[in-house]
C-alpha cells in the first residue's frame, strides 16, 4: 500500500520587482483528505411513525373486542330477564289418529319396475304450552310418510295461529299415486309389510313459525317436527281399514337455523 502525498501548507515565497511577497496555500476540505470517495451524510427517517400506527391499530382491536364482549353481556342479561318474566317454552306436536286407507305395489312387466299408490288419513294435535302472551303463527306444514327410509305418502297442513294454552287438532290426507320405488326400497317394503305387528312409519313435518311476545314478533324461524315409533296395519281386500297404533309415538321439535347454503 502506497503512502498518499498531500500538498503541503506551507507558505511559499515570490519575488515581485526584487520584493518578497509570503502566500499561503489553504489546506484542502477534511472531506477530501481523510476519504474523498465517502458519500454524503443523509439522516434515516425516526421509527417513531410506525410504531404509532401499531399503537393504533391495538387499540382499535381491544375497544372492538370490549364491545363485542359488552353486547354479548347485555343480550345474556336480557334473554335471562326474558326467560324469568315470561318462562317461553317450546310447541309441543302429538300423533292424534292416523289410519292407512290404501297402500299397493304394482310391478309392470314391460320395463319391470315397481310403483306406489297409497293413502293416508292423518290428525295431528299443536299445542301451545305458554301460560302467558306468546303466540306462534305457523305457516303451511308439509308432511312426509315414511317407512324406513322410503316416502309412502306426502301432504300438507294449512297454515294458523296458536294462542297461549291452546291445543288446535290438525288434520288431513297424504297419497302418492303411482310413485316409482326403486328395487331395494321395494323388497325392504314388501318385507315390512307382511309383519303381523305392522310396518313401521315416521311423519317428518316442516314448517316456518313467527313467535310472537306482547307487540315485538320475530322474524320466520325453520322448525322440523318428527314423529316416529307409529305402526302401520294395510288393510286386507274387502275389509275396512283399521286404526294404526299411535300410542308409542313421540314428536321432537327441532329449530332450523339457515346460514347461506348450510341448514343446522
Not at 309412502?152 to 320405488?181: C, H, M, Q, W, Y
Not at 326400497?185 to 314388501?190: A, G, I
Not at 314448517?207 to 315485538?216: A, H, Y
Request: proline letters at 7%; charged letters at 20%.
Amino acid at each position: 500500500m502506497t503512502d498518499r502525498v498531500y500538498p503541503s501548507a506551507k507558505p511559499t515565497s515570490t519575488t515581485t520587482n526584487g520584493t518578497a511577497t509570503t502566500t499561503t496555500t489553504p489546506p484542502p476540505p477534511k472531506s477530501h483528505l481523510y476519504n474523498p470517495t465517502r458519500h454524503p451524510y443523509r439522516p434515516q427517517p425516526r421509527p417513531h411513525r410506525r410504531r404509532s400506527r401499531r399503537s393504533c391499530l391495538c387499540l382499535c382491536c381491544f375497544w372492538s373486542v370490549l364491545l363485542i364482549i359488552l353486547l354479548l353481556l347485555v343480550a345474556a342479561i336480557a334473554a335471562c330477564l326474558l326467560y324469568v318474566l315470561y318462562n317461553p317454552r317450546r310447541p309441543s306436536f302429538s300423533v292424534a289418529a292416523l289410519r292407512v286407507s290404501q297402500l299397493n305395489l304394482s310391478t309392470s312387466a314391460a320395463d319391470d319396475t315397481t310403483h306406489l299408490t297409497s293413502t293416508l288419513n292423518l290428525t295431528i294435535t299443536s299445542k301451545n304450552p305458554n301460560k302467558k302472551k306468546l303466540t306462534y303463527t305457523y305457516d303451511q306444514i308439509s308432511i312426509t310418510a315414511l317407512s324406513n327410509g322410503v316416502i309412502i305418502a306426502t301432504g300438507s297442513f294449512p297454515s294458523f295461529a296458536s294462542d297461549p294454552k291452546n291445543t288446535t287438532a290438525l288434520r288431513s290426507t297424504l297419497s302418492t299415486v303411482g310413485e316409482l320405488v326403486d328395487a331395494d326400497s321395494v323388497s325392504s317394503l314388501r318385507a315390512d309389510l307382511k309383519r303381523k305387528n305392522g310396518f313401521p312409519l315416521e311423519i317428518v313435518m316442516d314448517t316456518k313459525v313467527v313467535v310472537k311476545l306482547e307487540k315485538v314478533k320475530s322474524k320466520k324461524l325453520g322448525i322440523r317436527v318428527t314423529c316416529d315409533g307409529i305402526r302401520g296395519f294395510v288393510p286386507s281386500k274387502g275389509k275396512a281399514s283399521s286404526a294404526d297404533s299411535t300410542s308409542d309415538a313421540k314428536c321432537k321439535v327441532d329449530l332450523r337455523i339457515k346460514i347461506w347454503k348450510w341448514t343446522f
